[in-house]
């Protein structure tokens, strides 16, 4: 029996200067044979759900960490039983010589280290295994020939072990939704990106909205209290805890100050309307936010000091000659603000894809590290619950952060008489350190007009 050695996989840095994680979930148990890049745990970190691949290929020995935990990076979470050639030193080395520097497993861009010894297995599509050319090696024994004095017929070579399927696109909050709700994937088609199989592709399978919520609720781990309870305690931990942080340290960090402006937005309204029935905008999610996204780009071009950053350490004002505008999202997990990159560069129909798109990971649990890093300026769309105005605190780092309010229909003045207009509040918090009262009021007065009236950002670009 071939000779094997322990090693242990700690916890990796998941980037964007993250400390810890929390095991959601093991897919593997002790005694399990799992393979490179394996997915073997789910992690969650202050931002996003993230599954963890194997670094070795063997067998589990022991789990060092229990779900619920909250790790420390570099600390040690599995043990694996791996063939001992793993271990052994270089030719041409000694034990004594110092082992060659391997990169480390990290999530953010990068697979699992590849072992020098032993081969990955290929990743075969799901409708066939591809067979190999003629010399080259596949990783496994070749059929030895017929016996040349065998009479009859050549026995067909042995059918290769079959792989499991490629699961069903989905993502780790969905996965667990499904299992709480007993909906099985296999079943599904996915309406997501590219068949990506949504939270609402579930829910609608188990026809049971309430239960589903529920579900997501406890994935978000969210304590519901017992009959007769007189309180509730949960853990201060993940996105609330990282959300919390930030939030102290922006309202304590930078002076806010706010104003509020109202607006009549019918002719916005009546624009949004003519674009969802265009063929252009068909199957975009076209929405107020949307338009109010793309007033904010223009108005910045006007009004750059919104789109700056107080460098402390430093001591400088980072004028920035792009846009990543952020879209708050409230998820079950809490707050995430992910961004568009460079979103002054996108047309109409490519901002509502993005945001579509963000909001779709968001909700999902996936947004990624760098979706939730490097924003300039921020959008929260309060009037979804609504609410008409506020006074919402700057995303760390940023200048500014633009509240919209409902749409509501009321009594308006309009060419001399009172009629029922569309209109909305919008509310402006910035940083008085970067921002003077005259900049961030005219940067509102724009936003405003280009809401009131879409025709004239043309004499605005």
């Given at each position: ?8 996989f ?5 980037g964007?200067g993250?400390?810890?994680s929390e ?19 789910e ?24 779900p619920?935990t909250?790790?420390a ?11 001992a ?14 082992a060659?520097?391997?990169?480390e ?20 599509r799901?409708w ?5 050319a003629?010399?080259?090696p ?14 009859h ?24 939704l499904?299992?709480?709700l ?8 996915g ?6 199989i949504t939270r ?12 589903g ?39 304590f ?18 624009l ?17 936010l ?12 006007r ?28 998820t ?25 798109a ?9 947004p990624?590290?760098?979706?939730l ?14 609410i ?12 500014a ?30 940083d ?13 007065a724009d ?11 043309i004499?605005?670009?």
């Amino acid at each position: 029996m071939a000779e094997t050695v322990i090693r242990e996989f700690r916890l990796p840095d998941l980037g964007e200067g993250l400390t810890e994680s929390e095991i959601v979930a093991w897919r593997v148990s002790p005694g399990d044979t799992v393979s490179l890049n394996q997915v073997i745990a789910e992690v969650e970190t202050a931002k996003a759900v993230v599954e963890l691949p194997s670094p070795y290929s063997g067998r589990v020995a022991r789990l060092l960490a229990e779900p619920g935990t909250i790790v420390a990076v570099g600390t040690p979470i599995v043990a694996f039983e791996v063939a001992a050639e793993a271990a052994r030193p270089t030719a041409g080395g000694s034990q004594g010589a110092a082992a060659k520097p391997k990169r480390e497993p990290n999530l953010v861009g990068y697979g699992a280290a590849i072992e020098d010894t032993g081969r990955p297995a290929r990743k075969t599509r799901a409708w066939s295994a591809p067979r190999p050319a003629p010399g080259e090696p596949d990783g496994t024994e070749q059929a030895h020939a017929p016996e040349p004095e065998a009479a009859h017929e050549p026995e067909p070579e042995a059918a290769p072990e079959p792989r499991a399927a490629e699961r069903p696109r989905s993502t780790p909050p969905v996965r667990k939704l499904a299992k709480d709700l007993g909906i099985d994937l296999e079943s599904l088609t996915g309406t997501g990106t590219q068949g990506l199989i949504t939270r609402d592709d579930v829910l609608a399978a188990a026809g049971t909205p309430d239960a589903g919520a529920e579900a997501a609720q406890e994935a978000a781990g969210v304590v519901r209290p017992s009959p007769g309870e007189r309180e509730t305690r949960t853990p201060i931990k993940g996105v609330r805890k990282l959300t919390a942080a930030a939030m102290v340290a922006s309202a304590f960090t930078a002076p806010h100050a706010s104003e509020f402006l109202t607006v009549d937005v019918t002719a916005s309204m009546e624009l949004l309307a003519r674009l969802r029935e265009n063929r252009a905008y068909s199957g975009l999610k076209v929405t107020p936010l949307t338009l109010v996204a793309k007033a904010v780009l223009v108005a910045l071009k006007r009004n750059p000091s919104l789109n700056s950053h107080w460098d402390e350490a430093a001591q400088e004002i980072v004028q920035y000659h792009y846009v990543n505008l952020g879209i708050a999202a409230a998820t079950p997990r809490g707050l995430v603000v992910p961004n568009v990159k460079d979103a002054q560069d996108l047309t109409l129909p490519e901002l509502a894809e993005a945001i579509a798109a963000l909001a779709q990971n968001a909700r999902d649990g996936r947004p990624t590290p760098e979706e939730l890093s490097g924003g300039t300026i921020s959008i929260t769309n309060i009037g979804v619950f609504g609410i008409d105005a506020g006074t919402p605190i700057l995303n760390p780092g940023e200048a500014a952060i633009v509240a919209m309010g409902q749409v509501r229909r009321l009594p308006w003045e309009f060419h001399g008489e009172v009629v029922l207009r569309e209109v909305m509040t919008l509310s402006l918090s910035f940083d008085h350190r970067l921002v003077d009262g005259e900049q961030a009021s005219r940067f509102l007065a724009d936003l405003g007009a280009i809401l009131a009236d879409p025709g004239l950002v043309i004499t605005m670009v």
